[in-house]
Structure formats: C-alpha cells, structure tokens
C-alpha cells in the first residue's frame, strides 16, 4: 500500500490555491491528503472550503501571540499535532520565521504570481504591468528566511498583453497557479525534487 504524505496548508484568504491542491490530492493525482487547514484570519473564506471537504480547519490568530516567533511555534505545534510532513503556503500573509523553517527543513513551500527573482514581495502583477514586463507568471520555490529568494521548483508563464489590468493578469496567471501547486506537491510526495544549493532538479 502506498504511503500517503500528510500537508499542512497555511492561509489568509480566498484559498483558491487550497482547493486545486485539495482537488488534486481527492482525485489522486497526488500521493498526500490535506491533513490541516490553519489560517490567521478567522473569516478566510479558505477555511470553509476545508470544513466542507471534511478536513481540520482552524484558526490561529496572530494577535494573541507576543511575536513572529511565537507564532510560529503554535503553527509548530499545531503542524505536528496533525503530523505533518509538507506545509504548503497559498496566500498565507504573513512572514515566516526560522522557527517553521528549522522544524521542516525544506519541506515549506509557497506560490508567488511572479517570474522569480523578477517582482517579488506584494502586488506582484501590478509590479510587473508598471514596469512594462512582456511575460509574467507564477513560481513555485521552497520558503527560506528571505521574500520570495528561496529555490526555484517550478515556473509558468503567461503572457502580458496590452489590454491587461491587474485583475485580468491575475485570472490568468492564477490558472497556471492551480495547475502548477499541485504538480509541485506531487513532485515532493514522490521524491523527485533534489536540492543542491539554489538549484532544484527533478528526477525522472
């Protein structure tokens, strides 16, 4: 019998990327099911799309901690409590500490709507219209102590085109988010992802 990875999903919001992650793992098109759903916001719509998929939703409210890092050591806490092996960020604002980094060592990741290195940080497709990018995208990359510098895993683009606003790149962009998150789990949950410093390699 196949081995089942436990994921922990962090979020604030809408939690689009949860459910493409959450879809993919029912479907079986990845080895691992959603194990916990914690937010920091108590009204994420997120946490509803994981109490109606039947999975632990919860909410840690940041203000009642003294610090980043205390934070952390709830979503510690918490993470394990729920064996987790995989913590996966989809839309989850809030900076993370090496508390979470050092109890799961290249086992965080995060999807920004950006090309990295190009616009990271917030408002990532309205960085890229202002500054006249012909191409954006999206990345997925292991979380390390820096915004958006960790390493590569995968990336999608998407084209810029001259009728673009903010919100209608975002649609675009956020397909390719809600297919590419999930492949990116994938590849974790079947050991296929290998890193040597900054450089991620997939293995066959």
Known sequence: MER???IGVLISGSG?????IMDACAAGKIK???ACVISNKADAFGLERARKAGIPALHLDHRAYSGRESYDEALVATLREFEVELVALAGFMRIITPVLLEAFPMAVMNIHPALLPAFPGLHAQRQALDYGAKVAGCTVHFVDPGTD????????AVPV???DTEQT???????EEHRLYPEAIRLF???LLEVSGRVVSVGA
């Open 16 to 20: 689009s990327n949860l459910q493409s």
């Open 149 to 156: 510098t960790g390493p590569i895993i995968l990336q999608a």
């Open 189 to 191: 949950t079947e050991g």
């Open 161 to 163: 085109l001259p009728s």
């Open 4 to 6: 089942t990875l436990n």
């Open 169 to 175: 790149l975002s649609a675009r962009i956020q397909k």
């Open 32 to 34: 691992a099911r959603v």
